[in-house]
């Protein structure tokens, strides 16, 4: 590592790395759940034509390809909330339109596809001051609402019908969540690229939810999983002369790989006894009113690992062997 610090190229770099490692997977959690998962590439199709702009106008590409991507993702955002266009359609257009845009602009301003391979494919020796300055400012300001609002954003991404239950702006939520995971695409262009940033968006988050249970643990050991095969594959990149952006993809896929028989053995471990719910055409029979003792957590929780189960007009919640159902301000046993 010592000699990878003796140059100010890779110290940026890391630098470049650490951050998108950390972005990625933690804005790609909301995307898993909301089952979006290659929501970013669509959105690295959009900014494309953001670069092919930059390039057209002569004005630096990460500002104006974020603009371009925020643009483009709360647009469609609107569309689909208001049953203009499915999501499968969304995106489509992101695909095609922001891709052959890019790629036309990039010809008109005398670059053709060449110009748009380093942004494709990702150059973290070509990182600029400059440019980490940009993606430190705009990492912070996708991290402090990505962490700060996680039980409102993890309400909307997971059930939308719930989360407007409990009143909560489920299409501003929305609209922060695909504006975030923009931001995190477009300054993962210098990283990965934007052809694979949607792996780092997604992996690391399916192997940390093999490896742990509940919502809030999985967002951290995803953001670890991110920063360890980000910053990992750039400096791999520097020792055997490879894409950084592809080695930090492999690298990742290679961790979901090692997890998979990981989970299995953990699953057996924490494995809960399974009740049916039982038919329709049998009647509940009544039980009596029995006051549950305290928990440390309120069931139904990203973080609570206790099965729900239907039973009657209500959902049990199994703890210990038995069974509680929420009722006002506390449990009944069941």
């Known amino acids: 590592m010592i000699d990878i610090l003796g140059y100010p190229f890779m110290q940026r770099a890391l630098l470049a790395a650490l951050f998108t490692g950390l972005l990625a997977p933690a804005i790609g959690s909301y995307i898993v759940q909301r089952r979006l998962s290659l929501l970013g590439d669509g959105l690295g199709h959009v900014a494309i034509a953001g670069v092919g702009l930059a390039l057209l106008t002569g004005q630096a590409p990460i500002p104006v390809a974020v603009l371009v991507c925020v643009a483009g993702s709360v647009l469609v955002e609107v569309l689909r909330q208001r049953g203009k266009a499915t999501g499968d359609v969304g995106l489509a257009i992101l695909f095609y339109g922001g891709l052959a845009a890019g790629v036309l602009m990039s010809a008109f301003a005398g670059g053709g596809t060449g110009a748009l391979s380093q942004y494709l494919f990702g150059s973290l020796t ?9 993606i430190g400012v705009l990492a912070i300001v996708v991290l402090v609402p990505t962490i700060g609002l996680a039980p409102q954003l993890f309400a909307v991404s997971a059930d939308e019908d719930f989360a407007r239950v409990l009143g909560l702006p489920v299409r501003t939520y929305n609209i922060i969540v695909v504006v975030l995971a923009a931001i995190t695409v477009t300054l993962s262009m210098r990283t990965v690229g934007l052809l694979l940033v949607s792996a780092l968006m997604v992996v690391p988050v399916a192997a940390a939810q093999n490896l742990v249970s509940g919502f809030y643990a999985a967002l951290g050991t995803a953001m670890a999983i991110g920063v360890l095969v980000s910053v990992g594959g750039a400096a791999g990149s520097f020792y055997l002369d490879a ?28 494995r809960a006894p399974v009740i049916i719910s039982e038919p329709a055409e049998h009647p ?51």
């Open 243 to 270: 894409a950084p952006g592809a080695l930090i993809v492999v690298f990742a896929i290679v961790v979901f790989a090692v997890s998979w028989p990981v989970s299995a053995i953990l699953a057996k471990r924490r």
């Open 126 to 134: 070509s990182v600029t001051p400059g440019d980490l300055v940009v």
């Open 284 to 334: 509940q029979i009544p039980t009596p009113h029995v006051l549950a003792g305290s928990h440390p957590h309120q069931h139904g929780d990203p973080d609570c690992d206790h099965p729900a189960v239907t039973h009657g007009d209500h959902v049990d919640y199994v703890h210990d062997g038995h069974r509680h159902a929420i009722h006002k301000d506390h449990y009944d046993e069941h």
